[in-house]
């Protein structure tokens, strides 16, 4: 077996798996296969099953290409592609439990993951108990005879805490529950799920995999048998990704280790720099050398991208006036592409923490606009 570190084989993968020239006209850059249909060998009539396209529902080559490149990557035997974070998020669900099944969550996950565990799937008779996650107590005390799923999100949004993966991946195996992680913040490259137990790890791929805020699309990737139960809910509620939302998603995942390397260095430094201004009551980085859990950061992640929070002493109303007055962060609810954005999350304490994206531009720019409007706190 060739030794090469987890990075040299991700960069290969990036750049050149699964791709095969001579069946693409020597085009360095694969097709997009932009038909709904295939049409399948008369030997197959009665037996469609070996014949790996049929219908644009079902799979699609472009679509084939960008999961095979996110298996490799997240060291699975199989990854499926989505329309949305959230479809691959409600089909992986979907897939592993029903009605009278109980779902123990994570309490800072998405936004819309929330309400779709809480609200709409109650409405199908699955309970749900939602945790802080930082221990594996937690997940332990609210485990019901009828609990058979674990959702993580790892660094969870807003604050960024970390969940101790193998740990809970090893009490879920002792009690048949199955886990699955938002790993949309780490990307394959910081974060391996897989390798610590997780059963399935999905990316919201508008994020980083995306990388240019050009694509909504979503991914996830586990073993084959546990992928064939998340294809069938895919396949029957009709979510798959389409043809050309795959190839950017391709063209994402060409400069994904160098992106994610200049978001991370960018945020590290504003996050050392709000970590010591007089308005700040508290930076959430799991880059930064005091932030808790330390042990956790270095055994599960290999690197920081460009997403953060930080609260104010002022609370939410300062946080509201600081963010308001930032002229190089747009306000949005998305991140993970090349421009900086804010938003407004709610923290620990009930107040709000001001999330922001540091994307690419002048590092220096970027600081003097949040400490302009940091200072005004001061005045």
């Not at 249909?37 to 679509?63: M, W």
């Not at 005879?145 to 674990?150: E, S, V």
């Not at 709000?274 to 859990?293: E, I």
């Amino acid at each position: 077996m060739e030794n090469k570190s987890d990075l040299q084989k991700d960069t290969e993968i990036l750049t050149h798996f699964g791709e095969n020239y001579a069946t693409q006209f020597g085009a360095v850059t694969p097709p997009i296969y932009m038909n709904s249909l295939h049409v399948v060998p008369k030997e197959h009539l009665y037996d469609p099953k070996p014949v790996p396209f049929i219908y644009g529902r079902i799979s699609n080559p472009t679509a084939d290409l960008f999961e095979r490149k996110i298996a490799a990557l997240e060291r699975a035997e199989k990854a499926l592609s989505f329309a949305s974070g959230m479809a691959a998020i409600s089909s992986c669900v979907l897939a592993n439990v029903g009605h009278g099944d109980h779902i123990v969550a994570v309490d800072f996950a998405y936004g819309p993951t929330r309400e779709f565990i809480k609200d709409d799937l109650p409405k199908f008779g699955i309970e749900n108990t939602f945790v802080s996650g930082k221990t594996v107590s937690d997940f332990a005390n609210a485990i019901r005879p009828n609990t058979k799923l674990f959702y993580l999100e790892s660094p969870a949004t807003g604050i960024f805490y970390l969940q101790d993966l193998r740990a809970i991946a090893e009490l879920a195996k002792k009690h048949n529950i199955v886990t699955i992680i938002d790993n949309s913040w780490a990307t394959p490259i910081y974060q391996k799920p897989l390798t610590f137990g997780i059963d399935i790890s999905l990316h919201t791929a508008s994020k980083y995999i995306g990388g240019h805020s050009d694509v909504i699309a979503g991914v996830a990737a586990g073993s084959a048998a546990m992928m064939e139960k998340v294809q069938h809910v895919r396949t029957n509620y009709g979510g798959i990704l389409g043809p050309m939302e795959a190839w950017l998603c391709i063209r994402g995942l060409r400069t994904l280790a160098v992106r994610i390397k200049a978001h991370g260095e960018a945020a590290l430094e504003i996050a050392t720099r709000l970590s010591k201004h007089p308005a700040v009551c508290r930076v959430y980085y799991p880059g930064l050398p005091d932030f808790p859990q330390q042990e956790l950061v270095k055994s599960q992640l290999m690197g920081f991208t460009g997403l953060l929070s930080f609260s104010l002493h002022g609370g939410s109303e300062q946080a509201k006036a600081v963010a308001s007055r930032l002229k190089w962060f747009n306000l949005g609810p998305s991140w993970g592409g090349f421009e900086s954005m804010v938003n407004l999350l709610e923290g620990e304490d009930g107040n709000h923490v001001v999330r922001v994206h540091i994307g690419f531009e002048d590092v220096e720019t970027l600081w003097a606009d949040l400490k302009d409007s940091l200072d005004k706190e001061m005045i």
